[in-house]
Nanobody
Framework: QVQLVESGGGLVQAGGSLRLSCAAS????????MDWFRRTPGKEREFVAG????????YYRDSVKGRFTISRDNAKNTVYLQMNSLKPEDTAVYYC?????????????WGQGTQVTVSS
């Protein structure tokens, strides 16, 4: 069994920065893609950023491009989301998710989420 544990959320003023971490633990971890999602009350969960674990290719939703950076540390089985120039609309619970194979239907593992609150 694999567990994903997020950390790094908190309260920050608009324009500030936070770095989220998602550490994978459990059985030997081998994954294909790690993504960050977020959810706010009353809205659908939305994709934020993703990284191909094997080649390092990254993907972002348009609204965070140039502000957020996803990265990984393979040795630590950890994915990061560096969030700069935060805006109130970035306020959400952020989740990481692991997709183990390119043929996976959906994500096999999800973290418990970490709250990010950006005050104006």
């Amino acid at each position: 069994q694999v567990q994903l544990v997020e950390s790094g959320g908190g309260l920050v003023q608009a324009g500030g920065s936070l770095r989220l971490s998602c550490a994978a633990s459990g059985r030997t971890f081998s994954t294909y893609q790690m993504d960050w999602f977020r959810r706010t009350p009353g809205k659908e969960r939305e994709f934020v950023a993703g990284i191909n674990w094997r080649n390092g290719n990254t993907y972002y939703r348009d609204s965070v491009k140039g502000r957020f950076t996803i990265s990984r540390d393979n040795a630590k089985n950890t994915v990061y989301l560096q969030m700069n120039s935060l805006k109130p609309e970035d306020t959400a619970v952020y989740y990481c998710a692991a997709r183990l194979s390119p043929t996976s239907v959906g994500y096999e593992y999800w973290g418990q989420g970490t709250q990010v609150t950006v005050s104006s």
